[in-house]
């Protein structure tokens, strides 16, 4: 079974940034994998998908500009650097994967198209 283990939140200031890692206990390389967050009182909402090589991701237009995900297979990590952060960026942060290939389903990076999920990490923007 597939664990997945967030780190890196924690309380920024606004116009912060931060870098989010999710390690995997098991081999990433056959998996697709996303980062999702979840705002007080919000559903969870789908912020970048990548691919398997990770040379395909998909962003959502609420962080496009502001977020880069990117993986290391060799290393079974995932990041997610988060710039400009806002107060509207608080929340809980969590790294997903599913064992499939890259296709225009997957990239609609939707949260009940996951199996396996992390158990997050808290992001608070407060000055």
């Known amino acids: 079974q597939l664990q997945l283990v967030e780190s890196g939140g924690g309380l920024v200031q606004p116009g912060g940034s931060l870098r989010l890692s999710c390690v995997s206990t098991?081999?990433?390389?056959?998996?697709?994998v996303a980062w999702f967050r979840q705002a007080p009182g919000k559903e969870r909402e789908g912020l970048a998908c990548?691919?398997?090589?990770?040379?395909?991701?998909k962003y959502a237009d609420s962080v496009k500009g502001r977020v880069t995900a990117s993986r290391d297979n060799a290393q079974n990590t995932v990041f997610l650097q988060i710039d400009a952060l806002n107060s509207e960026d608080t929340g809980v942060y969590y790294c997903a994967a599913k064992q499939t290939t890259w296709s225009a389903y997957v990239q609609r990076c939707e949260p009940d198209m996951y199996d396996h999920w992390g158990q997050g990490t808290h992001v608070s923007v407060s000055s």
């Open positions: 098991g081999d990433l390389l056959d998996y697709t």
């Open positions: 990548v691919s398997r090589s990770g040379r395909q991701i």
